[in-house]
């Protein structure tokens, strides 16, 4: 029947979805096109696990890859599969409890910092009173970023510090809710003498928020 062949088809998506590793690799994708080596660094899986998964990903029509020399470039065949990912990771906020619970002990080593909402962000950065922060890798940031926002990988941050300015508080973004390097960030800057924040939107966020006000 074709509602059976259908559904096969749609089965075919969601079963490459059920790998916590492929989620990982389809969250990093979303900031950008990454090498099979730097998606194995960032997730500490070994490379040989990695091309297993973007293979699996990749049968699903959810990635495609490029070669550059020697190396292999994998990014997300469209930015419909990071809206998706968008809508998964909301969608298991609502329904799962456990996710909350996770959030708030991962940021309970972090207490020092002052949440800044997207909606009150985005009008106090109108007016130009605070300084945007972006703090993943630079290739993300060139990849795509929130307008206006200034490049400072995390990494970078302690010895850039001294050009940012005192007069204005910082508002520090990285990937998203789950990304830890703009908490990094904030207790850095606020060591230091300035007023930051953590924004927990990423670029991806951040557009679909821009896409509403329209």
């Not at 916590?20 to 660094?41: F, I």
């Not at 696990?49 to 550059?68: D, G, I, M, P, W």
């Not at 010895?159 to 973004?173: D, F, G, N, R, T």
Request: glycine share 4%; proline share 4%.
């Amino acid at each position: 029947m074709w509602k059976d062949r259908l559904y096969q088809e749609f089965a075919r998506i969601g079963k490459s979805f059920s790998s916590p590793k492929r989620l990982e690799l389809l969250d990093l994708l979303a900031q950008g096109p990454k090498s099979v080596e730097a998606l194995s660094r960032s997730t500490g899986m070994s490379i040989a696990n990695v091309s297993q998964h973007l293979q699996t990903l990749y049968e699903a029509r959810l990635v495609r890859f490029t070669k550059k020399g020697t190396f292999v470039i994998y990014e997300l065949v469209d930015a419909s599969v990071a809206d998706f990912m968008l809508s998964l990771h909301s969608l298991c906020e609502k329904q799962l409890v456990e996710i909350q619970r996770i959030k708030t002990e991962i940021l309970q080593h972090h207490v020092s910092m002052e949440p800044i909402s997207l909606e009150g962000f985005v009008k106090r950065m109108e007016k130009g009173e605070v300084l945007l922060l972006d703090v993943r890798p630079r290739e993300e940031y060139e990849t795509d970023h929130i307008p206006g926002a200034i490049s400072i990988p995390i990494e970078e941050l302690e010895q850039h510090i001294s050009s940012l300015p005192a007069s204005k508080e910082i508002v520090a973004y990285c990937r998203g809710p789950y990304c830890l390097m703009s908490a990094q960030a904030v207790e850095i800057l606020n060591r230091e003498g300035h007023k930051a924040f953590r924004l927990e939107e990423g670029v991806h966020e951040w557009r679909q928020y821009a896409e509403q006000q329209h």
